[in-house]
């Protein structure tokens, strides 16, 4: 019984390890041709079966960049973003992938400005220059979005929002 226990146990192993290599190696496969969702599946089941966790985590970081740089070029930063979830949280510190999610962010900010959403731009950008100060173009557009804004409240002759956008101003731009 023992025996026929460890022959069994050994023979389940085998296809386990079996299965985690094909899964790894179809979703390198799915990688090389460029279809992201197909090797984001297969590593996972590569995972599942227990490959090797540094060649995993490797490949889903670049499958995670890919699909982000995919989704900004299609002009999609918010799906980039959920895409670059399981880059950063993977390795927080990758360059590129702290970069691509930099831009993501600077394109949705973008768009809170051509939106007048500007208090949304603003702490959008806020966080995009404490996290991403090689962006200058952040620095930029977040003076181009208060003084669009100010226009706006001035416009509307809103006299406590242009208080308070002077204030925020201040805050970001001292006077020296």
């Not at 085998?14 to 279809?35: G, L």
């Not at 090797?39 to 089941?45: F, R």
């Not at 070029?73 to 918010?78: H, K, T, V, Y």
Request: hydrophobic share 40%.
């Amino acid at each position: 019984v023992v025996i026929a226990a460890s022959l069994l146990f050994g023979y389940q192993l085998e296809q386990r390890r079996n299965k985690a290599a094909e899964s790894f190696a179809a979703a390198q496969s799915c990688f090389e041709k460029s279809d992201y969702e197909c090797a984001s599946e297969a590593v996972l089941k590569a995972s599942k079966y227990g490959f090797k966790e540094e060649e995993v985590r490797q490949l889903q970081v670049k499958i995670s960049l890919e699909s982000a740089k995919v989704a900004l070029s299609a002009d999609l930063p918010e799906i980039a973003l959920e895409h670059l979830v399981t880059c950063l949280g993977l390795q927080p510190n990758n360059i590129s992938c702290v970069q691509t999610a930099c831009t993501a962010r600077t394109m949705i900010a973008e768009r809170y400005v051509s939106t007048a959403r500007w208090e949304e731009a603003v702490t959008l950008l806020d966080e995009i220059i404490t996290g991403c100060p090689n962006l200058s173009d952040s620095r930029s557009l977040q003076e181009d979005t208060f003084n669009r804004w100010y226009s706006d409240a001035k416009r509307q002759g809103n006299l406590v929002e242009i208080s308070r956008i002077q204030q925020l101003w201040n805050a970001r731009f001292p006077k020296e």
